[in-house]
Each structure stands twice: as C-alpha cells, then as structure tokens.
C-alpha cells in the first residue's frame, strides 16, 4: 500500500553515478567499503525519510510515495531533475594568493571557500587557482538503489528516531519517557557537551511536535554522573564529597519545550526576547 504524505519510514539506499558507477553516498557499510567513502567510526543503518517532505531529491520523493515495506528498485534520476547542468559561467580563474595563508597547501580536487561560496579546485598553475563552483554532481545522470526498512508507526518509535536524527548517537546515551501529551528526553553528560546542543534541542522539538500529534510538552533532562558512579577511583576526600552530593543530578535550569499554543501564552507575560534557531542538515547529497 503505498504511503501517504508525512509517512515516516526508515530507508537503506546507495547512490552512484551512472556512467562510472562511482558511489558517492550509501547507509550499507559493505558498499561504503566498496568505494573510498568507508568512515570506521561511522554507524551505518537506514535512513530516517518523511515522505513528501523534502527530506530527499523531489525525483526520488516521488517514487518513494508508491512503493511499500520490503520494495527493493533502483531509481534514475537525469541532470535536470538532480543538481543541473554544469555552468561554465560558474568556472573561475583567480590568482592563488586570494586562498589566503594557506594559498600554497590547496591540491586539486580540494573544497576551498571562497567569497561565501564553496566551490572545487580543477587546476592549479603559474600561481593562478582555478575553482568549479557548480555542484560536484551536476550533469551528471544519478542512480539510488533504495530499500524500504520499516514503517514508524507508533508515537514511542518516533520520538526516538526524530531525536536520533538530529543527534545520531548510540541508543544508550540518551533515553526517553512518553506519558499522554507529554515527553521527557534524559541526555547523557556527554551528549550535554556538543556544540550546538540547543539548536539542535530546538530542531527535535520541532520535528517531534510535528509528527507525534498528542503531545504538547517536551522536557530535555542532562544528567551527570559523580566520578564514583561512572566507576573510576577516587580519594578519600573525593569520596566524602561524592557521598555528600546526589549521584545522578539534573541540570537546574528549565529545558522545557511546549505547544504552540503555550508558547505564545507564555510569551506574552515575557519580555520582548528574540531568538533565532536554524535547521540543521544531514549534509548528505541525498537530502536538500
């Protein structure tokens, strides 16, 4: 049966380009081991998709829409309806010094920034730089090979995939609670430390409001552990002060996201506070 706008589903899938067969993005660790892609420290397992959202190249939304649990094809997606055409207007020749300190250690084929844009060194010569800032795919015909995993169906599954999403972490660093129209989200001292952290509370909430109806409080909790706990050893002063602290403790401040509608309640009785948040990406070619 095929999935309705908004279906969640958990997607394995590996993309080549057509004429070389070079794969330049994949979740199956033994293709990302066929190619020069393979990152040990890496978890490779399916990817989290909404269907009609967005969250992939719109020609390979589409089909994904039709197909169903189990469904294995290969999809070809053409320069047009992928990352274009290459521009020639987009090829630039400067001089070298304009990459600044490190203007000498650039190779060809590095990604180099330059003026806001990225863009790919092509040649390097004479002390002149010439840099492609057309997309590394572009003209070029793309082919995924998908697999739908799963559907996500209940509320539990997809608090804990939206938060893995955005935090793509080891189950155990982070866990969860969900009771009627409200969810506590335990994260771990170390998950507590990365940069970012709350955009990146901020983005989950978000998604989470979106998908999971019911709820309408989301409380995050960061929770440290004292040297005992966690199991090193410790002094005899060390240890007089852990028995006079709480092993487990949770951060005094409020982490407390709600409802659209409590949030404007709320905020009329506040001061006047204006506070950008900003989407994060997977930074993958297959999403936009």
Known sequence: MPFDKGSLILLDYTARIKDN?????TTIEEDAKKSN???????YEPRLISIGEGWVLKWLDEPL??????????VEISPDKGFGERDTNKVRMIPQRKLGEKAH????????????????????????VQIDYN???????????????????????????LIKRRLPIEDEK???EYKSDE????????????????????????DIFKFVNELNKITFQEVYL?????????????????????ETSETPTSETSESETSIAQTNASKSKTSTKSQKTTSGSEVGK
């Not at 892609?37 to 978890?43: A, C, V």
């Not at 004292?226 to 709480?246: I, L, M, R, V, Y």
Request: net charge negative.
């Open 183 to 206: 969810a506590v989200i335990e994260l771990s001292e170390e998950v507590s430390l990365l940069d970012g952290l709350q955009i990146i509370k901020k983005a989950i909430t978000s």
């Open 135 to 161: 997309h590394r795919l572009a003209s070029r015909v793309l082919v995924y090979d998908v697999n739908v995993i799963k559907k996500i169906e209940s509320n539990e599954d997809k608090i804990k995939y």
């Open 105 to 128: 250690e650039v190779k060809v084929g590095d990604l180099v920034e330059l003026d806001d844009r990225t863009g790919i060194i092509r040649y390097i010569g004479s002390g002149r």
């Open 174 to 176: 982070f866990k969860f």
């Open 65 to 74: 829409a039709n197909t169903n649990v189990g469904d294995k094809q290969s």
């Open 21 to 25: 067969g070079e794969i330049f993005e």
């Open 226 to 246: 004292s040297q005992k706990a966690k199991g090193f050893p410790t002094t005899d002063d060390s240890t007089t002060s852990s028995e006079s602290t709480s």
């Open 37 to 43: 892609l393979y990152d040990p420290t890496r978890k």
